[in-house]
């Protein structure tokens, strides 16, 4: 049975070709609304192996087959191994035109596989590509604003530069991870534990005098994982590792000669858990409890760098709707069994952002030399609760009407966690992302949604009246 999808990029062949060799490439395309995980991207398109990871232990294993492959126009890939090659009997070939709008990608594949099941991957990667490099071409144009000589930037940088991050193998750090490597930037991973070939030793209590050696940026994305029950060890736990080790690396920053920017990550407690109507941007007061403390102290510990006349960005992230962590999993499983709805009477404020639009928005700050202080990374229409629980229900075609009771949360967090984080009441709004006319992928939850569960379609032509 053979499958084909076509769409066009806009971008030159060429620089589609490269995006597609470069590393992080298989981690950009995998939908995380399958069950694999990429373990080895291809080294070579021409006859590299690749391998992902299932359930069980179970691999699939692809090798690039060197008699189809046209180097910048064509390249092929088929399951080797056992048993998948058996149940799937895959051959993909990739081809690249070149096009007036960019470049035509025409993906066909002969496989057992059901069309449905294609069909959802094959559009999450079409969407995928086409927004990857249309953030390539807007902060492309960045750059030149910010004064780079024309043709010469990358991602608003003259030249490719060694961008150091903590929390890299985090859910937002990976994401982050890949889309600088596939820009030409050199991501050097900060990790606590044993370090390999581009990683650095990192610790948070102590950090070496030499660790940001010449750094340009640096992005803080570590932290103790917040869901959780709210006792006092899990809190301490949940202040210790944000406000010491962030003051320890705003020191760093502030004596180094090499790094000009620290984007360091917050949240969006720092408003508190319960402001209700009231419209909040980034020159809003901070809240009152424990995260909106956190929060405060955590910004705060960034200082040292900003004494020092380094740009600081301060991250007020927002509940990140990702297909395979955070809370969409949590709400996929309740709703496929007919058993989603609200939060109580779903009477409250949600302020959501895609995990694509938060890695933009990452990318966006460490690229735009204007952009500094406090920013809050959420989208640009936050929703009630109720709002989300019938956006789910229509997505999975399943109903949203069970209201799931308020101790429910609490079973799990405690009364203090459900309160700070399941039903807190916070409607943010992304007013610096607004100033500095940030491009949202999906600015709705339905668009959000249908990305991150495999709703999309595939790509349709444009008719000459569009």
């Not at 492309?140 to 024309?150: P, S, Y």
């Amino acid at each position: 049975m053979s499958f084909s999808a076509t769409h066009v990029v806009p971008a030159p062949r060429e620089q589609v070709w490269e995006w597609h060799s470069r590393k992080g490439a298989l981690a950009r395309l995998t939908p995380p609304f399958v069950p694999m995980t990429p373990l080895q991207q291809a080294d070579k398109l021409s006859d590299g192996t690749t391998i992902l990871g299932f359930p069980a232990g179970l691999r699939w294993t692809s090798r690039h087959d060197l008699s189809r492959y046209r180097k910048g126009y064509a390249f092929s890939d088929v399951c080797i191994n056992a048993p998948m090659r058996v149940l799937a009997n895959w051959r993909h070939d990739h081809h690249f035109e070149d096009h007036p709008d960019g470049t035509l990608v025409t993906d066909t594949v002969d496989t057992r596989l059901p069309h449905a099941v294609l069909e959802s991957m094959f559009a999450y990667r079409q969407h995928q590509l086409i927004e990857d490099m249309s953030l390539l071409n807007r902060l492309k144009a960045l750059g030149h604003i910010n004064g780079v000589e024309d043709g010469t930037s990358i991602y608003g940088a003259t030249r490719p530069l060694k961008v150091a991050m903590t929390g890299s193998r985090g859910a937002v750090g990976r994401l982050l991870t890949s889309q600088l490597s596939l820009a030409g930037h050199d991501v050097i991973q900060l990790v606590r534990g044993k370090t390999k070939p581009g990683q650095r030793h990192w610790n948070p209590i102590a950090p070496a005098p030499d660790l940001l050696d010449g750094v340009d940026v640096l992005v803080h994305l570590a932290g103790e994982p917040i869901f959780g029950r709210f006792n006092d060890s899990h809190k301490k736990d949940i202040r210790d590792s944000r406000v010491g080790p962030t003051r320890k690396l705003a020191e760093l920053v502030a004596e180094s000669d090499s790094v000009t920017a620290m984007v360091s990550a917050s949240a969006i407690g720092y408003y508190g858990n319960d402001r209700g109507e009231e419209v909040l941007t980034e020159s809003s007061e901070p809240g009152d409890g424990f995260l909106a403390d956190v929060c405060v102290e955590w910004e705060a510990a960034t200082a040292p760098a900003q004494d020092a006349g380094k740009r600081v960005v301060t991250m007020r992230t927002g509940v990140v709707i990702s297909g395979n962590s955070g809370v969409l999993p949590l709400f996929k499983a309740l709703f496929s069994t007919g058993l989603g709805g609200t939060f109580g009477d779903g009477d409250f404020w949600l302020s959501w952002i895609g995990a694509d639009d938060l890695t933009d928005v990452f990318i966006h700050a460490i690229f735009d030399k204007k952009i500094h202080g406090a920013v809050n990374a959420v989208g640009p229409n936050p929703l009630l609760n109720r709002g989300l629980a019938q956006a789910i229900g229509t997505e999975m075609k399943r109903p949203s009407v069970i209201p799931i009771p308020t101790f429910g949360p609490a079973l799990l967090l405690g009364k203090e966690g459900a309160r700070e984080l399941a039903l807190a009441d916070q409607r943010v709004i992304p007013e610096v992302l607004y100033n500095h006319r940030h491009h949202f992928r999906y600015p709705t939850i339905d668009k959000a949604l249908a990305h991150e569960l495999g709703r999309e379609h595939l790509w349709e032509p444009r008719s000459e009246s569009e």
